[in-house]
């Protein structure tokens, strides 16, 4: 019953392709997040945002852009993939203040060919 | 150091044993911290969160924490093969809302 929503849940694309992963929650929540995960490694923060016009990079360089227009929405562009793209990308979503978790959505498996 | 540090294991525990996760974490002032866990190829699932010393009991789960020592851990009693997953400690530090996630600590339960 998950309430963020992320599409696709597969993608295999060419080089130099650009491409959108888009992510949406129907929870009203202000702040949403982007995090890579390669398999059996660590979460790395790329892109957050506390609202809507709000974005700012995470802690890990990408060469990704992202956009907040709607409070519900949070989509991550690359303009061009690279096989070093290939990587699960995850969004989450939280209600406001220090005590509550993320929720995260299923996450997209990217593949750059 | 690390501002969330986990054993990244494999830890194994047998079948209907109690399975200890551990944590520490940098920032003394840190308020909010949380389990989740996460299967092979799925994403993170919050199964506990704390913020007072002390015990935090969840059905099979409790959690432990320790603010003196910057120490927070996770048990598992009555481990199932279910519980088999890479398990993720988190928490706020003070100086944002940011959730810091450690590298997560790989169980598995022995059938």
């Known amino acids: 019953e998950a309430d963020i929503y992320q599409t696709p849940r597969y993608l295999v694309i060419g080089t130099g392709k650009k491409i959108t992963l888009e992510c949406s929650q129907t929870?009203?929540?202000?702040?949403m997040y982007w995090y890579q995960q390669d398999p059996g490694m660590e979460l790395h923060l790329i892109h957050y945002s506390y609202g809507v016009n709000s974005t700012e990079k995470g802690d890990l360089s990408s060469e990704s852009t992202v956009s907040r227009i709607r409070t519900e929405h949070f989509p991550l562009t690359l303009e061009s993939a690279r096989p070093s793209h290939t990587s699960q990308y995850l969004c989450a979503s939280s209600e406001p203040g220090t005590h509550y978790g993320y929720t995260f959505g299923s996450g997209t498996r990217l593949t750059v060919v | 150091q690390k501002e969330v540090e986990q054993n990244s294991g494999p830890l194994s525990v047998p079948e209907g044993a109690i399975a200890s996760l551990n944590c520490t974490y940098s920032?003394?002032?840190?308020?909010?911290f949380f389990w989740y866990r996460q299967y092979s190829g799925k994403s993170p699932e919050l199964i506990m969160s704390?913020?007072?010393?002390g015990d935090k009991e969840d059905g099979r789960f409790t959690a432990q924490l320790n603010k003196a020592s910057q120490y927070v851990s996770l048990l598992i009693r009555d481990s199932q093969p279910s519980d088999s997953a890479t398990y993720l400690c988190a928490v706020i530090l003070n100086r944002d809302d940011k959730i810091i996630f450690g590298k997560g600590t790989r169980l598995h339960i022995l059938p």
């Open positions: 704390i913020y007072s010393n």
């Open positions: 920032d003394r002032v840190s308020q909010s």
């Open positions: 929870m009203g929540h202000d702040k």
